[in-house]
């Protein structure tokens, strides 16, 4: 019952689906309130010390996309989206608009509990007072402070675009990235969305950590959408 201090707020007008989330929530020790609609969900939003946010689209009084978009006007909580919506835009859309994860239903509640766990460590690490310097998933490893990274331990030689591109990830670790997210953070505002560069830069780095590129472990692609590296 550890993360019970973790208050989730459900915004879902399915009671059937919000029964099933507000119970796997509190077997899992969480607090979760519920709301049915935009209104009453910012309203509780004001209201509630809510950390994290899992949010449908499709509400009955508003378009959910728009509650992301309020939200991130005066908030870094972690939201993530459930929607039946399965259109790689649309998911594109939730997590360019701030969402930091997208879950398309029906989804099983182990899923969503590894989601947000890994939405809380992102919440715990921004929240520390000292940055972190070194990362690690299996045997990949990223020192931020030296600009160093190390597989099986031996240190790998990656050019300042291959680094810049893992350390996006590494600082993300967990969370799908839109290819035009990472575009921007990578080569600029200013670069456009050409993805044709992005993907030479993902292939040469999969090379350099992958032992099977073709079948990556640490960076996944998520299919029209982005990339992910995985938090083990």
């Known amino acids: 019952?550890?993360?019970?201090?973790?208050?989730?707020?459900?915004?879902?007008?399915?009671?059937?689906?919000?029964?099933?989330?507000?119970?796997?929530?509190?077997?899992?020790?969480?607090?979760?309130?519920?709301?049915?609609?935009?209104?009453?969900?910012?309203?509780?939003?004001?209201?509630?010390?809510?950390?994290?946010?899992?949010?449908?689209l499709g509400l009955p009084d508003c378009d959910g996309m728009e509650i992301i978009k309020r939200v991130r006007e005066w908030s870094d909580m972690p939201i993530i989206v459930v929607s039946a919506r399965d259109q790689d835009r649309e998911k594109a859309a939730a997590l360019d608009a701030g969402a930091d994860d997208y879950l398309t239903k029906p989804f099983s509640a182990t899923e969503l509990l590894a989601r947000i766990r890994v939405a809380i460590r992102h919440l715990r690490r921004q929240s520390g007072e000292k940055p972190q310097a070194v990362y690690q998933v299996g045997e990949l490893k990223i020192d931020m402070e030296k600009r160093l990274t190390y597989l099986q331990g031996e240190e790998l030689h990656l050019t300042p675009m291959e680094y810049n591109l893992l350390a996006l990830l590494f600082k993300n670790c967990g969370k799908v990235l839109t290819t035009q997210y990472i575009i921007r953070e990578v080569w600029g505002v200013g670069y456009g969305s050409d993805t044709q560069a992005l993907r030479a830069l993902m292939a040469a780095l999969r090379r350099k950590i992958e032992k099977n590129p073709a079948k990556p472990r640490y960076i996944v692609t998520e299919i029209g959408v982005g990339y992910r590296l995985v938090d083990e």
């Open 1 to 56: 019952m550890g993360e019970a201090t973790h208050k989730i707020l459900v915004v879902e007008d399915d009671r059937q689906i919000q029964s099933f989330i507000g119970y796997a929530l509190e077997q899992d020790g969480f607090c979760s309130l519920s709301a049915n609609s935009g209104h009453s969900a910012m309203s509780l939003l004001i209201s509630e010390p809510i950390e994290l946010l899992l949010l449908d």
